[in-house]
């Protein structure tokens, strides 16, 4: 505990710190969540919901983005949603929200047998990769937790732009497991 009554954490001999998820949330955590309008209400019932709760968040998604930078939230009443399959909400501007956070609230309940997300919220297209800004990094190591760097070529990057390095699922990882790209 630091003297500021904060906890502080100290790297190893590698550099390597506890990741700091303190800016992991909605506008970087810190933020009271908004309370957007529920647009569509789902009640719960009997059998597997996951075709009715995704019909709502279809319906939702159709609707034109506001002021605010959404289109409305999906309701989930009290009650026991059994969900046999995956709901997907790929379009910004959608909450799906329920009422309460404790038995008798909401509770979507995982049922079959068959493992899977039981959500999953983004594009299904995944990131834009642009394979003419990717460089090498120079550091012979990054250690966990890092926040800086060192790159060959910044040229190609501006302040705000995402970048990431190459997994193994890119093409591009083999050639060059250092590289960074936007």
């Known amino acids: 505990m630091g003297p500021d ?3 502080g954490y100290v790297p190893d001999y590698k550099g390597n710190r506890v ?4 800016g992991a ?4 955590g810190g933020v009271q969540l908004p309370d957007v309008q529920a647009r569509v209400t789902v009640e719960p019932g009997e059998g597997d919901a996951t075709a009715r709760i995704q019909q709502a968040i ?5 609707m034109p983005v506001g002021p605010d930078g ?31 956070q404790d038995e008798g609230g909401t509770l979507l309940f ?3 047998n068959k493992p899977r997300n039981l ?5 299904s297209k995944g990131p834009v990769i642009d394979n003419a800004s990717m460089t090498d990094v120079t550091d012979l190591y990054v250690p966990s937790g890092a926040k800086t760097f060192h790159v060959k070529d910044a040229s190609a990057y ?9 997994d193994r699922q890119c093409p591009l990882y083999n050639r060059n497991r250092h590289g960074l790209y936007l």
């Open 5 to 7: 009554g904060k906890l």
């Open 119 to 123: 959500i999953e919220i983004g594009s």
């Open 25 to 28: 949330g909605y506008m970087g």
């Open 110 to 112: 995982g049922s079959g």
């Open 158 to 166: 501006k302040v705000g732009d995402k970048v990431r390095a190459p």
């Open 19 to 22: 990741i700091d998820f303190s």
């Open 58 to 62: 279809d319906q939702v998604s159709q």
């Open 70 to 100: 959404f289109r409305g939230a999906v309701l989930l009443k009290k009650g026991r949603y059994e969900i046999e399959g995956t709901l997907y909400v790929r379009t910004s501007g959608v909450v799906l929200r329920g009422e309460g």
